[in-house]
């Protein structure tokens, strides 16, 4: 597997970081597999299908080359509010079924719940997708932010490849507990949120229709003492002659071979340029005193705000 994935998220139509070039956007993917990548995730809720869509659109020629993971579960009304989830076993194969037509594929490498529904045991959704293993519609099955207990209760009914959760310079709660049983069943890790979305970059919500704008470490206040943080990682980046995303990255790569885990990091690039910046990290090195020399200086504990709003956190089985 590629070092790095591509997350597409903030590609295209509806997207939850502002407007986005969906010319730009299936050139950003195309750019990324000619470069090597071969992981792309997704999500069927990203876009109301719309991300899914795109995704298909770019892979036209092009599927043999990737690993496609798709996220679902989510609900949305047609304005775009999260109504929860539902991840009942005759729900998840009707997802299944849609996301298979939209992207244009008959089989989805790495199918996962994109949140744990609390009204729903791991085992019925873990067991209706190995059903769609079994019928071919489906490669392997990932989780995506939950917790030691549902990773151990979902292994037991299949296998689990993989799981999806935020971990960076600036969310590392997962090394404590998470990452150990990850260790320990062979399974690995796809980290989100690496530059925090954009934080550690400096950069602000883009306006209407950027999720961002709603988000603890953005808001006012919180935006200024994170401020710090973001100064103290560009000192860093530029002391080794590295711009702050390759560091951010390097740091997490780093982390996977310290903590004998495999972790592939997913960016969510929407342009050839931020792409090229990503991949152009895997030359960075950082041993184990850069290491812990960053962490120092770019403190996880300091940072203001939470990486989801109060009532998102509450609800996600990794933070219990």
């Not at 919500?205 to 961002?212: E, K, L, S």
Request: proline residues 5%.
């Amino acid at each position: 597997m590629f070092p790095i994935a591509l997350g597409c998220m903030s590609m295209g139509r509806g997207s939850w970081y502002g407007p986005s070039d969906e010319a730009e956007s299936i050139a950003t993917i195309h750019e990324a597999i000619e470069r090597g990548v071969n992981v792309i995730d997704t999500g069927d809720f990203y876009g109301m299908g719309k991300n899914e869509l795109l995704v298909g659109k770019a892979l036209q020629g092009r599927r043999d080359k990737v690993l496609l993971s798709v996220k679902f579960g989510t609900l949305r009304a047609p304005d775009g509010t999260l109504l929860g989830y539902d991840t009942r076993p005759a729900a998840t194969k009707n997802a299944i079924a849609h996301s298979l037509s939209r992207l244009g594929v008959d089989c989805i490498d790495i199918y996962r719940p994109a949140r744990l529904d609390p009204a729903v045991p791991i085992e019925d959704t873990v067991g209706a997708i190995a059903d769609m293993v079994k019928a071919g519609y489906v490669r392997h099955i990932g989780l995506s932010e939950v917790g030691v207990d549902t990773i151990r209760r979902a292994a037991k009914v299949h296998p689990i490849c993989d799981l999806q959760i935020e971990y960076g310079l600036l969310s590392r709660s997962v090394e404590a507990r998470i990452i150990p049983v990850l260790r320990e069943l062979g399974i690995a890790m796809t980290a989100y949120g690496v530059l925090s979305r954009g934080l550690l970059t400096g950069a602000k919500p883009a306006g209407a229709g950027d999720v961002r704008a709603n988000m603890p470490r953005f808001a006012a206040g919180n935006s200024e003492r994170n401020g710090p943080l973001v100064e103290a990682l560009a000192r860093v980046a530029s002391e080794k002659g590295v711009s702050p995303a390759q560091l951010a990255i390097a740091w997490v790569r780093a982390k996977a071979t310290a903590q004998n885990v495999t972790i592939v990091p997913l960016m969510g690039a929407r342009t050839r340029n931020q792409i090229r910046d990503a991949l152009s990290s895997l030359e960075v090195r950082l041993d184990p005193w850069e290491v812990g020399a960053l962490e120092a200086a770019v403190p996880a504990g300091r940072v203001a705000g939470t990486r989801y709003a109060e009532s998102h956190m509450a609800m996600l089985d990794s933070e219990r």
